[in-house]
């Protein structure tokens, strides 16, 4: 192997591993966002962030030292799910990961806890499992 193939080697490696050191590890539950289905009769609730703005339903609501009072409104985070709780379902982990978008605050979130809606949940995990383990980062 020549000399500048191992080099482009060896910076892969380190690019790799410092995207994983950044990661946090934590965990994820779901919710169906109210205001995805507005009509006369439902009672609606805006986001924290963006009031009666859709912004899609790959969204997700912080934990309150996350939101830190709507400063991480509009931050963008990859989520992937590393494994069940043992709550649910045992393998519930789909191979994939999921860029979402802040949008509310989850006062009810552990401190290393993220709500994901539910279609962003779907995509990492079989919904059935109601709460996994994930790696974060933004």
Do not use: W
């Amino acid at each position: 192997m020549g000399l500048v193939t191992r080099a482009l080697i060896l910076i892969a490696m380190v690019a790799f591993l410092t995207s994983l050191a950044h990661a946090t590890n934590g965990l994820a539950t779901f919710y169906t966002p109210s205001y995805r289905f507005l009509n006369v009769s439902s009672s609606f609730v805006a986001s924290s962030c963006y009031g009666y703005h859709d912004r899609g339903v790959m969204i997700v609501a912080a934990n309150a030292g996350l939101f830190a009072g709507k400063s991480a409104c509009g931050r963008r985070y990859r989520v992937r799910c590393t494994g069940g709780t043992n709550a649910g379902v045992p393998h519930p982990c789909k191979g994939s990961t999921v860029d979402l978008t802040v949008v509310d605050l989850c006062p009810g979130c552990a401190s290393n806890q993220l709500d994901l809606s539910q279609e962003a949940f779907a995509r990492i995990a079989d919904p059935n499992a109601g709460k996994i383990k994930i790696e974060y980062h933004e």
